[in-house]
């Protein structure tokens, strides 16, 4: 049973991820190699659960209990006694390789290695510990508090009893869906919507429809919860052109080439909600400017 998690990267998934766990009651050790942004996501962490409180979500009461079941480690040797660790930094095979090789050494044998990777190879991942067994694949869909599928991802090493371990913890302590992937770039989730985000700034260059008028025709239409250009501001410009780009020269297909138009949103560092612009403006806070 996974009670103490770890959670490397302090980043808007990290956050999101530790929140998720907090709120389930798990004991939370969030970790980062700048502690700047470290006290960051503490503050972010505190101003989401306000607005939460805003909505009724959650009391006063719950967002002290949250608050107090996360807490900022200043390097991964704080992590040694968790029973489960959840890797959430930016999409780089070689930093990711240099976390997982540290937290081999550190974690006890027995214990998970995780990966919230959307695009790279657990196997690769894997191949620098001594036991790549206990590597897998925990890929959460943002905001993941509220998304209730999670892709478990199983590299060639990866042994059934982590795998059984991992599923029977997703959908018995955190009641959402495991959904069993077989490595591959961009496993299901964003392989499909990172597709679907490149067609619609086609669709955008072409000067078929304004941003707003796609958004609006995706998200009534299909009821998405956000329209696709929304939801790359959401990921982070910057995230979905690494995507696209490392599946394009993956599999090869031109369907997958990163569009002009994204390179150079991300060019001028519009990056979406964590510049303030991007498809279209927001707050501090995250919140769409109208």
Not at 57 to 77: D, G, Y
Not at 258 to 274: E, N, T
């Given at each position: 049973m996974f009670r103490t998690i770890g959670v490397v990267g302090a980043g808007t998934?990290?956050?999101?991820?530790a929140e998720m766990l907090a709120g389930k009651g798990l004991d939370v050790h969030m970790t980062d190699s700048s502690g700047a942004r470290l006290k960051q996501?503490?503050?972010?962490?505190?101003?989401?659960?306000?607005?939460?409180?805003?909505?009724w979500a959650i009391t006063q009461a719950e967002k002290k209990l949250i608050l107090n079941r996360i807490h900022a480690e200043p390097s991964l040797e704080h992590l040694a006694q968790c029973d489960l660790i959840i890797e959430t930094i930016s999409e780089d095979l070689e930093s990711k390789k240099s976390v997982f090789q540290q937290l081999d050494d550190i974690i006890p044998e027995g214990r998970v290695l995780a990966s919230n990777t959307s695009t790279l190879s657990l196997t690769e991942l894997a191949s620098v510990t001594k036991h790549p067994e206990r590597v897998i694949g925990m890929h959460f869909v943002y905001p993941a508090f509220r998304i209730d599928v999670v892709e478990i991802v199983r590299g060639l090493q990866t042994s059934d009893e982590t795998f059984e371990r991992t599923k029977e913890f997703i959908e018995r302590d955190l009641s959402k869906k495991g959904v069993m992937v077989f490595e591959s770039p961009g496993f299901v989730t964003t392989r499909l919507i990172c597709l679907l985000i490149n067609e619609s700034l086609n669709v955008l260059q072409e000067g078929v429809a304004?941003?707003?008028?796609?958004?609006?025709a995706m998200r009534i239409g299909y009821q998405f919860q956000y329209g696709p250009l929304e939801?790359?501001?959401r990921f982070g410009l910057d995230s979905v052109w690494a995507a696209l780009d490392r599946m394009f020269r993956d599999?090869?297909?031109l369907?997958?080439?990163p569009s002009i138009l994204l390179k150079k949103k991300v060019?001028?560092?519009?990056?979406g909600v964590k510049s303030g612009q991007g498809f279209f403006q927001y707050t501090k806070d995250g919140e769409r400017r109208s």
């Amino acid at each position: 049973m996974f009670r103490t998690i770890g959670v490397v990267g302090a980043g808007t998934m990290g956050q999101s991820i530790a929140e998720m766990l907090a709120g389930k009651g798990l004991d939370v050790h969030m970790t980062d190699s700048s502690g700047a942004r470290l006290k960051q996501a503490q503050l972010a962490l505190e101003k989401n659960l306000d607005r939460q409180i805003e909505r009724w979500a959650i009391t006063q009461a719950e967002k002290k209990l949250i608050l107090n079941r996360i807490h900022a480690e200043p390097s991964l040797e704080h992590l040694a006694q968790c029973d489960l660790i959840i890797e959430t930094i930016s999409e780089d095979l070689e930093s990711k390789k240099s976390v997982f090789q540290q937290l081999d050494d550190i974690i006890p044998e027995g214990r998970v290695l995780a990966s919230n990777t959307s695009t790279l190879s657990l196997t690769e991942l894997a191949s620098v510990t001594k036991h790549p067994e206990r590597v897998i694949g925990m890929h959460f869909v943002y905001p993941a508090f509220r998304i209730d599928v999670v892709e478990i991802v199983r590299g060639l090493q990866t042994s059934d009893e982590t795998f059984e371990r991992t599923k029977e913890f997703i959908e018995r302590d955190l009641s959402k869906k495991g959904v069993m992937v077989f490595e591959s770039p961009g496993f299901v989730t964003t392989r499909l919507i990172c597709l679907l985000i490149n067609e619609s700034l086609n669709v955008l260059q072409e000067g078929v429809a304004s941003p707003e008028d796609i958004d609006s025709a995706m998200r009534i239409g299909y009821q998405f919860q956000y329209g696709p250009l929304e939801m790359a501001d959401r990921f982070g410009l910057d995230s979905v052109w690494a995507a696209l780009d490392r599946m394009f020269r993956d599999y090869g297909e031109l369907k997958y080439r990163p569009s002009i138009l994204l390179k150079k949103k991300v060019r001028a560092g519009q990056l979406g909600v964590k510049s303030g612009q991007g498809f279209f403006q927001y707050t501090k806070d995250g919140e769409r400017r109208s």
